[in-house]
Nanobody, 123 residues
Framework: DVQLVESGGGLVQAGGSLRISCGAS????????IGWFRQAPGKEREVVGC????????WHADSVKGRFTISSDNAKKTVYLQMNSLKPEDTAVYYC????????????????WGQGTQVTVTS
């Protein structure tokens, strides 16, 4: 069973930066994808980006491209989301998710989810 724990959320001013983390355990797959998603109040959950098990193949949604960067530390089994130039519209609960496969970065591919961490960006 895959366990995912997000951490590092908090309150930040617009234009600031924040790095959140996703610690993963309980899997032995060589090929997998970790995704970051977010959900704002009253909004549908949306994909932020994904990174595969190599740590080199990454994809970021247009809404965050150039501001957010996904990275990983396989030794620590941790995936990070570095968020720069934050905007109030980035305010959401951020979730990480696991997909034991060779591809896919849409919500339906992911079977394991963390509990989420709140990111709030003030004006």
């Amino acid at each position: 069973d895959v366990q995912l724990v997000e951490s590092g959320g908090g309150l930040v001013q617009a234009g600031g930066s924040l790095r959140i983390s996703c610690g993963a355990s309980g899997f032995t797959r060589v090929d997998y994808v970790i995704g970051w998603f977010r959900q704002a109040p009253g909004k549908e959950r949306e994909v932020v980006g994904c990174i595969d098990s190599s740590g080199h193949n990454r994809w970021h949604a247009d809404s965050v491209k150039g501001r957010f960067t996904i990275s990983s530390d396989n030794a620590k089994k941790t995936v990070y989301l570095q968020m720069n130039s934050l905007k109030p519209e980035d305010t959401a609960v951020y979730y990480c998710a696991f997909h034991g496969g060779i591809g896919g970065c849409t919500e339906g591919h992911f079977g394991s989810w963390g509990q989420g961490t709140q990111v709030t960006v003030t004006s």
